[in-house]
């Protein structure tokens, strides 16, 4: 095991990368070795490391910009410190050292034969927040696939390095029920040939990815990509012919899939960008075709978009969802969020979001689908969006919507 208290001091930040680009034997070694070191703050984002889901060493705080993964865990406990933001605005936070940022730990490719890394799955903020951290550590592992589009490290930025051969995080997931292919096939009906997609992970979003197998010459320009896309260029559905910007060529900060889709990436034309590229204002405002397709939590009657508290805990993030909703519907094609009628025996459509927190403004969201149907919003009075709401809500809960209008429970 590597000895951190070398290279990490009382007081300092450490952040590291993220999904299946977690370099999870040196946050291990943090854990074991943090109550030795003194106070250290941590910023970290999904993991599916299950040592972060509770029971942090008394010397270290972890900070995320939400609670994804295992961080839920942390969150029901109440040992997670979440920093809201726009995934956008992570690059100049590590770069004002508003972020934890004194050590990174990273997970890299074996070096190519000119002695260079790649940062492989995960170049996402991991790319912003290298040239501010004064002390780099990192995991070699040999099954990290070489990625282009951004650059490569030398072996000398590391101030200490590990070997491993351990295989890449897979994506956790559920099948598609029949729900999800419900709301998928509404959500592919408003997708047209050649658009340029966004989209998250999980299962809903797979769905609509399937959804997808007749459509032509359709783009991706997103901040992670599973499986799914994959699929979609091998089929030669997404071919991104019609981009405005990247023609031909899939853009990503990250992948989260399995391990055959991580063995087969170099044979597809996909690259991984730092967040100050996929999710930059100024670069998806260049993008006129582009559609967001984003989930959530909860909307309200009047178009707002719950996607991070449940409850009182957090268990989702702003992430990108604003930066890709606000372009998409500004100065793209169009903006969509797509969700559940019913989640935990509640609607999901509901008068006032239940979390307390709106994520996505209600100007930007054109669309708001759910099994029963889509919700076209946009140049709708505010009236008229809530009965459009209503409509697409789970059967059972609508008399009550309607009674809440009646009850102005709603302020139309």
């Not at 999904?46 to 839920?72: C, F, I, K, Q």
């Not at 793209?332 to 006032?352: D, N």
């Amino acid at each position: 095991m590597i000895d951190l208290t070398r290279f990490v001091r009382p007081g300092d930040g450490v952040w590291w990368g993220q999904a299946g680009a977690e370099p999870e034997p040196l946050v291990n070694a943090l854990l074991d070795q943090v109550d030795s070191i003194g106070p250290v703050r941590a910023f970290s984002g999904l993991t599916w490391n299950e040592r972060l889901s509770g029971d942090l060493p008394d010397a270290l705080t972890v900070l995320s910009y939400g609670g994804l993964g295992r961080l839920r865990g942390l969150s029901r406990a109440g040992q997670l410190e979440v920093v809201p933001c726009h995934y956008s605005a992570l690059p100049r936070m590590f770069a004002e050292r508003r972020l934890p940022c004194d050590v990174g730990l990273v997970q890299v490719s074996p070096p190519d034969g000119d002695g260079m890394v790649s940062l492989g799955i995960g170049v996402e903020y991991v790319a912003d927040a290298l040239p501010h951290t004064r002390t780099l550590i990192a995991e070699i592992n040999h099954r990290m696939p070489r990625t282009v589009g951004s650059d490569r490290l030398p072996l000398g930025a590391f101030a200490a390095t590990v070997e491993t051969d351990r295989p890449l995080t897979q994506a956790p997931s559920r099948p598609a029920d029949a729900v999800d292919r419900a709301i998928a096939r509404h959500v592919a009906a408003l997708i047209e040939n050649g658009d340029t997609l966004q989209m998250g992970v999980g299962s809903l979003p797979g769905a609509v990815l399937d959804a997808l197998r007749d459509h032509t010459d359709l783009g991706v320009h997103t901040g992670m990509i599973t499986d799914g896309v994959l699929d979609l260029v091998e089929r030669g559905v997404v071919t991104g012919a019609k981009k405005e910007i990247d023609p031909g060529i899939v853009v990503t900060g990250a992948a989260l899939g399995s391990t055959s889709m991580y063995d087969q990436l170099h044979a597809f034309p996909v690259e991984f960008r730092a967040a100050s590229y996929t999710h930059a204002p100024a670069v998806l405002s260049r993008l006129r075709s582009l559609v967001s397709v984003n989930s959530a939590i909860e909307v309200d009657l009047l178009g707002q978009v719950g996607a991070e508290v449940s409850r009182g805990v957090h268990i989702g993030a702003v992430g990108g969802q604003v930066d890709f909703s606000r372009a998409a519907s500004l100065t793209g094609a169009r903006s969509i969020i797509a969700l559940r009628s019913e989640s935990g025996g509640e609607s999901a459509i509901v008068p006032g979001l239940r979390g307390g927190v709106v994520t996505t403004a209600r100007v930007d969201v054109d669309m708001v689908v759910t099994e029963h149907g889509a919700a076209v919003l946009t140049g709708c009075t505010v009236a008229e969006r809530a009965r459009r709401l209503i409509e697409v809500a789970a059967p059972q809960y609508r008399e009550r919507l309607d009674r809440s209008l009646v009850d102005q429970e709603v302020p139309l």
